[in-house]
């Protein structure tokens, strides 16, 4: 009874395929433009679902990533503080950059500055064309516009993000609001523009100053700029009341630790995602990424473990925290094995200058932006001279990169560490001296004492009845 | 009337307690505290920074007893107490003026 139903079954599925359009015999065979054009349909689907993604996992840096590992370092009461910071940095520099940031960092390719395309989001957002009679979308390689808007956007948000570790704890909050406007304005955008956006840091550019310089992720960009200012922001701005007698610990280890993993987790988005495309390179750069997070971690801690006897938790964190900002931009141009080595040069280095060199000075770099972000950053630029290979991008068209392949590119990096340095310096000095007067910086004795969740923003942090 | 505060370890708590119920004393009053006597503290270094952590971290048990039974509890918190160590911690008596149950008004011996 069973066999003519197993035959009618099959005969029914048989029947039901042909009939599926596109699979019957009599279709016609589709013509190569519209097997192309389907192919760069995929091809858009893939590159696209992996950069939005990375765009989520950069905001997810800023918070909860660093609200968390910042919130964490802090007094218990200025732990709000901290995460206001991050928090309306997100809204903040999100509207600067919908209403020019973005425009000025990359609109054309002239030396200096954007040339006004893409303001208000004109030629990047959808448009209705006319010739063709429906809506399109302005591509940025093999990415949508706004998807490279939207990701360096979320670069555009954390970089301030990072100086407000230097000036934990005493600035106020009006004082950050303007002070991340005109910096994110003057300094950000322009030094984007310099290295990403055909300038004169930018590789290969005709405008570019010792042949550009090589910056994957924005180890000037992002790190040197924000490492460096948090330095001039600590130095004007003066020590904390207390430093070096009161108890300033962190109030919250276990905050700052699991924000590290948040940070870490989010940065392959960084890094990888700087590729702007799901590729191999993208496998190589997040290899990179990872491998030099790893070492930087060993790295911390085992010169802990060597100089005071035990490996902290804080240690293991900044470890892998400082791996990862070295490697930034490294890392689509080295392969993994130099990314650990430059991850645990990496370690070392910044353990030192967070520990030695910082108590060595007295200045109060409160969270160590400096000691990790400047620091790293600088290291990881050089090492990129060092170590890059045309064999993970070939970006000089057959020319060897690094130093250790017998390239050249190394003058190109120290010109654009420099410049970086100095730039950042000089326009953050003005800043600073500029709102000091106007508004002023420090927030008032009896407010520091009282914390900057109360003072600056009428809240409580952790109310325990 | 007499009000004993002991200050003690952590961990030597729910022993003294126990201890104390036996002997039938029915209320007492348990704080966090922080502090030292010839117990050192300790040194924290969070990225080079190095702190000097002298106040440690105790209970204090506070107990308000009749005269005559002063000495019963202040005994059988020494013995539960103890460990040899430093930082087993101090009892201090201190004379109590009165005592009122807020709910009923009782006042003195009764309230206690």
Redesign the interface.
């Given at each position: 009874m069973s066999v003519p139903i197993r035959w009618l079954a099959l005969a029914l599925v048989f029947v039901g395929t042909a009939i599926q359009p596109g699979l019957t015999l009599a279709q016609e065979t589709p013509d190569l433009v519209t097997v192309a054009a389907k192919a760069e349909e995929a091809a858009l689907a893939g590159h696209n679902a992996w950069m939005l993604v990375c765009c989520a996992l950069v905001l997810f840096m800023t918070a909860p990533g660093l609200a968390m590992f910042y919130g964490g370092l802090v007094r218990k009461k200025n732990v709000l503080g901290v995460m206001m910071q991050c928090l309306f940095l997100m809204g903040l520099m999100t509207v600067l950059w919908a209403l020019y940031g973005y425009s000025l960092a990359f609109g054309g390719d002239g030396p200096y500055l954007g040339n006004g395309d893409y303001l208000f989001m004109e030629g990047v957002q959808q448009f209705w064309n006319a010739e063709t009679n429906s809506p399109e979308t302005p591509m940025a390689g093999v990415i949508p516009m706004l998807t490279h808007m939207l990701f360096q956007g979320m670069f555009f948000i954390i970089t301030p993000a990072l100086i407000c570790g230097a000036f934990a704890e005493r600035m106020k909050f009006s004082a950050m609001v303007v002070f991340s406007i005109l910096w994110g304005t003057l300094v950000y955008c322009p030094l984007c523009h310099w290295v990403w956006g055909g300038g004169i840091l930018a590789f290969g550019s005709d405008h570019a100053w010792s042949g550009g310089a090589l910056d994957f992720a924005g180890g000037t960009v992002v790190h040197i700029s924000s490492g460096v200012s948090a330095l001039i922001c600590a130095l004007v701005m003066g020590r904390r009341k207390g430093f070096g007698s009161s108890d300033l610990r962190p109030h919250n280890l276990t905050y700052t630790t699991l924000g590290a993993a948040m940070l870490w987790v989010g940065w392959f988005g960084f890094n990888a995602g700087s590729e702007l495309a799901s590729d191999g390179l993208a496998s190589s750069a997040f290899a990179a990424t990872h491998f030099s997070a790893a070492a930087g971690l060993l790295g911390w801690s085992f010169y802990e473990w060597f100089k005071l006897g035990k490996p902290s938790v804080l240690g293991a964190a900044s470890g892998a925290v400082a791996g990862l900002v070295c490697i930034t931009p490294a890392t689509g141009f080295v392969n993994p094995m130099p990314a650990l080595a430059m991850g645990a040069a990496a370690g070392i280095v910044c353990a030192f200058a967070c520990g030695t060199v910082k108590s060595k000075f007295g200045y109060d770099d409160s969270l160590d932006a400096f000691g990790v972000h400047g620091v790293g950053g600088t290291l990881g630029a050089v090492l990129t001279g060092i170590f890059a290979t045309r064999a993970c991008w070939d970006i000089a068209e057959g020319e060897k990169l690094g130093f250790l392949e017998g390239g050249s590119v190394l003058t190109g990096q120290l010109v654009a560490i420099g410049v970086t340095w100095i730039f950042s310096i000089v326009v953050t000095f003005v800043i600073l001296k500029v709102l000091d007067i106007a508004i002023g910086l420090r927030v008032s004795e009896s407010d520091e004492v009282l914390g900057l969740d109360l003072s600056e923003h009428g809240e409580e942090g952790y109310i325990f009845t | 009337m007499k009000k004993i505060e002991a200050i003690l370890r952590h961990f030597k708590l729910e022993d003294v307690k126990n201890a104390l119920s036996e002997q039938g004393i029915a209320g007492m009053t348990v704080i966090e505290v922080r502090g030292f006597g010839r117990q050192k503290g300790h040194t924290?270094?969070?990225?080079?920074?190095e702190?000097a952590v002298d106040f440690v971290p105790k209970v204090k048990l506070e107990v308000v007893i009749d005269d005559d039974r002063v000495q019963t509890v202040i005994d059988t918190i020494i013995k539960t107490a103890q460990t040899g160590q430093i930082g087993d911690g101090k009892i201090f008596v201190s004379d109590l003026s009165d005592t009122i149950r807020i709910r009923t008004g009782e006042t003195g011996g009764e309230a206690v």
């Open positions: - | 924290e270094t969070y990225r080079g920074t702190y």
